[in-house]
Nanobody, 124 residues
Framework: QVQLVESGGGLVQAGGSLRLSCAAS????????MGWFRQAPGKEREFVAA????????TMSDSVKGRFTISRDNAKNTVYLHMNSLKPEDTAVYYC?????????????????WGQGTQVTVSS
């Protein structure tokens, strides 16, 4: 089992910044990559960003590219999502996810473990 716990969500003004953290525990050695997804009310969960533990290669969705940055601290088993220039449309529950198998897919079904989510609300 791999446990994921997100933190850092909150209420911010448009244009502001937040840093989300995801702490992984358990059998973290099996994790190949970690990602962030988000789900707004009434919408499907969508991919935001992913990072490989080995090498640190990243993939960003078009909607956040240039505004968000994903990073990781292998020693702390923690992945971060640095969110800048936040917009009201970024409002969502943000979920941390871990993939134990190699995959080129960024669909939710390609990730095996999920955190409980942390709410991010951006006011206009």
């Amino acid at each position: 089992q791999v446990q994921l716990v997100e933190s850092g969500g909150g209420l911010v003004q448009a244009g502001g910044s937040l840093r989300l953290s995801c702490a992984a525990s358990g059998r973290t050695f099996i994790v190949y990559r970690m990602g962030w997804f988000r789900q707004a009310p009434g919408k499907e969960r969508e991919f935001v960003a992913a990072i490989k533990w080995s090498g640190g290669g990243t993939t960003m969705s078009d909607s956040v590219k240039g505004r968000f940055t994903i990073s990781r601290d292998n020693a702390k088993n923690t992945v971060y999502l640095h969110m800048n220039s936040l917009k009201p449309e970024d409002t969502a529950v943000y979920y941390c996810a871990a993939d134990r198998d190699y995959s080129n897919s960024y669909r939710t079904g390609s990730f095996d473990y999920w955190g409980q989510g942390t709410q991010v609300t951006v006011s206009s």
